[in-house]
Structure formats: C-alpha cells, structure tokens
C-alpha cells in the first residue's frame, strides 16, 4: 500500500493499525458527514510490543531461466505497446512498441512495420495525417540529433525525413486537415528527462505550432518536406504528461487531452496579453490516469464533450458527457461514480483514443467498440 507494507482495521473499524518509522500505530478514525472513515482529532500512539524473531537461510536456487540467453538473443517477443492512434474511420491503427512504429488494419491478426529511414534508429509517438490516406507521421530519437519527424507512406513503403526542425527533444506531432500545399503542424517540445540527459537543448518547453510544406499527399524518395514559421505558442498543456492531441475545424483549434483534462485552445481568438489563447475545458478527471473525449459540435466555434473516455484503476469506462455537469470531475469510485458511468474493459486496458468521427473507441488490452449513439 504505498510506502507501508501493510495496515488493517480494527475488528469495530475505530482504528487502523499501522507500520510506520520502525514502530506500530494506533491510528484512531471516525466519520465524517458522507459516512467515510477519516482521521480522529486523537493523536496516533505507538503499540508498545516485543517480538523474537529467528531467519534461516534457504540454499540460493541454481538453474531455470537463462536469463543471459533471453536478454543477449538476437529476437525477443514484444509484449508492451503504448501510444495507440486510429485512423479518422477506424480501419487502421498504429502503435509504438519497443522503439518501432507499427500499423495494422483492424480485424487483422498481423501488425505491419511502418517504413523509415533508419531501421536502426527507435521511433514514438506515431499519428495518421487527416485526409491523406495511408501517410503516418512520427518521431525519430538519436543520441546526438536528438528528435527528427518522418512520413511514411504504408503503401507506397516510401519515407521522408521533414527538414527544419529545431534541435531538441519534440513528441506527439499532429496535422491538420487542411487544404491547400501548406498545412499546419504542432507538437510539444520537453527539457529533458534522465534518459535524454538535461544539459542541450533545455529551454523553450511547451507548445509549437509551425507551417509543413509541400502537399503530402503523395510521398516520392527524395522529395523535400519542411517546416517552416515554427512559433511558440503558450498554454496549459503539461509536457511531463501524456498527451494525445489533434486539430479541430482544420487548424483553428486543438484538443489536448491529457491523464486528468481534455481541453481545447482557440486560435481563431485573439490571445491576452500574454500571448495565451482562450482555452475550454470538456472534461475533467478525479483519479483518471488517461482521458479522451470525442468532441461535439453545438454551435459555431464552441465544442462540447459528446462521450468521455478514461482509464481509473487499470480499467476503461466511458461517460455520456450530457451527464457531467459543468465542473464535475468524472470518476469510477463506487457511490460517488458519475453518472451514467459504464465499465467497457474486461481485463483492464490503456492508451484508450477515439477516431476522429467519434463512433469508435480503441484501447490495448482490450476490443473496439463501435458507438453510432451512445444514451
């Protein structure tokens, strides 16, 4: 539990008896006004005890796994993936494990390797670009470039690294949906971490939005693709998180959903004075550890969160957002669940996310469930 390897309850449950620097308390409870066992006004005091206590040593066990041969043979099995994206129908995923990128056609048994341009090198934080069928975009990690972005087209097996990208250490880049030859592009810039080291490339943490250039709606070898016009935009977002984020209404907005909050930040208004654009709240988590929201329309240029999605204790629930009153958090805790609230997993799940009509929510660890309305 904790810090503490164990505590329990008294047989009346006015008390916990707990370990705690080298002694064991008696903590008294008592109950507040919703019935839950909260802390008494008393002060704990120690159990005064005196315990004899004998160890024998067992023989070291020899033999069983190879551990030497598992960690140094030339192929392992991968059994951890993370940062899960679907494609805006739903017929396609992609996914991160072990520092490769993979897409898989939903339905189908076999995940495929996306195309890149260094085999050798790891990749993360993968997304499908918005109307362009089949084209992925992810990130690139070497110990001396750092972060570089790459295209890739899964039929075509063709993949172009984007040019003009600042050095540093970039994730989570989306496009928009948006006509014409320039596009924009965000992702998020961090300062380091103890893997990436935190001496280069430190400053500047947060939001980035910038213009991508050519069409890229048909990748050739050898064409250039680059970003240009990157700006530093301020916001709420937590770059120590995780964030999963794409484009609304072409790139006049952005969802940001992150372990606790899903919000949306305005660029079509104008920012205050310090540069912030006005940032709306769609959902909000107690204890969530992830949580996604597929958006709905109301009225011109405000959103609201149709259904809400988050992982609580391991496991995925989905919300109506209807239910959810304005500045209520969502939460699975029995007698104090939200309203309407329904537990999708069976054996727990992670990385849940929507596509981008709504109707379909993927998570690891568990099925697609198909949602044409949800009441």
């Known amino acids: 539990m904790g810090t503490y390897p164990s505590f329990a309850f008294t047989p009346n449950d006015t008390a916990i008896v707990i370990w705690a620097a080298g002694q064991i308390f008696y903590v008294p409870l008592t109950a507040n006004s919703r019935g839950e066992k909260v802390a008494s006004s008393k002060s704990p005091a120690p159990i005064r005890f005196t315990a004899h206590v004998e160890k024998r040593l067992a023989e070291t066990r020899k033999g069983g796994v190879n551990v030497v041969g598992f960690e140094t043979q030339d192929s392992q099995k991968v059994r951890a993936f993370k940062e899960l994206r679907a494609h805006g129908d739903?017929?396609?995923?992609v996914f991160q494990a072990a520092g490769v990128t993979y897409w898989q056609e939903v339905g189908k048994k076999t995940a495929q390797k996306v195309p890149v341009t260094d085999p050798d090198a790891p990749y993360y934080s993968p997304s499908f670009v918005p109307g362009v069928e089949d084209t992925i975009l992810h990130a690139r990690w070497s110990d001396s470039m750092y972060t570089k972005f790459e295209l890739a087209d899964l039929q075509a097996q063709v993949a172009?690294?984007?040019?003009?990208?600042?050095?540093?250490?970039?994730?989570?880049?989306?496009?928009?949906?948006?006509?014409?030859?320039?596009?924009?592009?965000?992702?998020?810039?961090?300062?380091?971490?103890?893997?990436?080291?935190n001496i280069l490339a430190t400053t500047g943490a947060g939001l980035y939005l910038g213009d991508i250039t050519p069409n890229i709606s048909e990748l050739v070898p050898n064409i250039t693709v680059s970003i240009t016009n990157i700006r530093f935009v301020p916001s709420e977002i937590d770059v120590e998180d995780q964030v999963n984020m794409r484009f609304l209404e072409t790139d006049k907005k952005l969802l940001v959903q992150q372990?606790?909050?899903?919000?949306?930040?305005?660029?079509?208004?104008?920012?205050?004075?310090?540069?912030?654009?006005?940032?709306?709240?769609?959902?909000?988590?107690?204890?969530?550890?992830?949580?996604?929201?597929?958006?709905?329309?109301?009225?011109?240029?405000?959103?609201?969160?149709?259904?809400?999605?988050?992982?609580?204790?391991?496991?995925?629930?989905?919300?109506?957002?209807?239910?959810?009153?304005?500045?209520?958090?969502?939460?699975?805790?029995?007698?104090?669940?939200?309203?309407?609230?329904?537990?999708?997993?069976?054996?727990?799940?992670?990385?849940?996310?929507?596509?981008?009509?709504?109707?379909?929510?993927?998570w690891f660890l568990g099925l697609s469930l198909p949602f044409?309305?949800?009441l």
């Open 90 to 93: 739903g017929k396609k995923v």
């Open 259 to 362: 372990s606790n909050r899903a919000f949306v930040i305005d660029f079509s208004a104008e920012p205050n004075k310090l540069g912030e654009y006005p940032h709306t709240t769609l959902a909000s988590g107690e204890m969530s550890t992830e949580l996604v929201v597929s958006p709905s329309l109301v009225k011109e240029g405000e959103f609201v969160a149709e259904n809400i999605a988050f992982v609580d204790f391991f496991h995925v629930y989905l919300a109506p957002g209807d239910r959810v009153k304005e500045g209520e958090t969502v939460w699975s805790r029995p007698a104090n669940a939200t309203k309407g609230l329904i537990r999708l997993s069976l054996d727990g799940g992670h990385d849940v996310t929507w596509t981008d009509d709504g109707k379909k929510l993927f």
């Open 372 to 374: 044409p309305k949800i």
């Open 160 to 197: 172009v690294e984007v040019q003009g990208l600042p050095f540093g250490r970039y994730f989570s880049p989306v496009i928009c949906r948006c006509n014409g030859q320039t596009r924009t592009i965000a992702f998020l810039k961090t300062s380091g971490s103890y893997l990436s080291g």
